[in-house]
Every structure is written in structure tokens, then in C-alpha cells.
Nanobody, 121 residues
């Protein structure tokens, strides 16, 4: 069984920083793409950042220069470092993995449960 678990969310002041983590558990051989999405109340879920197995990263314009996505070399972990946080960054942040190859088969896409990030005004 493969599971994505996010952590690191919480309350932060505007201008502050937060680091989110997502760990994929299970007998995983490889994950093609790991990404972070977010969904604020009344808004659609949007891509924040994504990173490929080769290390190529892409960011939403709203977070460029403030957020950094990175992959851990072990345990299929992805991080999202957010700096200079703004109230509009407030959302539930979801980890997504695509192209997961495991000992039991192939997973096309898998979502984590989400972690709340609140940037107070």
C-alpha cells in the first residue's frame, strides 16, 4: 500500500516562513513527479509547485521567488519551503505523486490528506 502523508502546516504571520513535508510510504521503486497543490475556501485547487525525478521544478507565478520545492534523496520525500508568506497563501496544501512504481504495481496518481496553512493578517 502506498500512502502520502503531509506535515508541517500551521499558523504563521505574514512575512514568515513555513516548511511542508510529504513522505510517500510503501515499497516504492520510483516516483516520476511530486507536486504541491493548494485549495483555499471558495477557490479551485491549484498547482503550487512540481518537481520531476530529474530535479526539474516548476512554480505558479504567485509563489515564484518565495517558494522552493525539493525532493529528498531517500524515502520518497518532497518539501515545500515557503518564505515571505502572504495571507493569500492560506489554504489546505496537498501533496500529489504521479507515476508511482511499486513492488505491487503502478499508481497513476495519488493524493495526500492535506495540511492546513494559515497566514494571519
Amino acid at each position: 500500500q502506498v500512502q502520502l502523508v503531509e506535515s508541517g502546516g500551521g499558523l504563521v504571520q505574514p512575512g514568515g516562513s513555513l516548511r511542508l513535508s510529504c513522505a510517500a510510504s510503501g515499497s516504492i521503486f520510483s516516483i516520476k513527479v511530486l507536486g504541491w497543490y493548494r485549495q483555499a475556501p471558495g477557490k479551485q485547487r491549484e498547482l503550487v509547485a512540481a518537481i520531476s525525478s530529474g530535479g526539474s521544478a516548476d512554480y505558479a507565478d504567485s509563489v515564484k521567488g518565495r517558494f522552493t520545492i525539493s525532493r529528498g534523496s531517500a524515502q520518497n520525500t518532497v518539501y515545500l519551503q515557503g518564505n515571505s508568506l502572504k495571507p493569500e497563501d492560506t489554504a489546505v496544501y496537498f501533496c500529489n505523486a504521479a507515476g508511482i512504481r511499486t513492488s505491487g504495481g503502478f499508481y497513476g496518481s495519488l493524493w495526500g490528506q492535506g495540511t492546513q496553512v494559515t497566514v494571519s493578517s
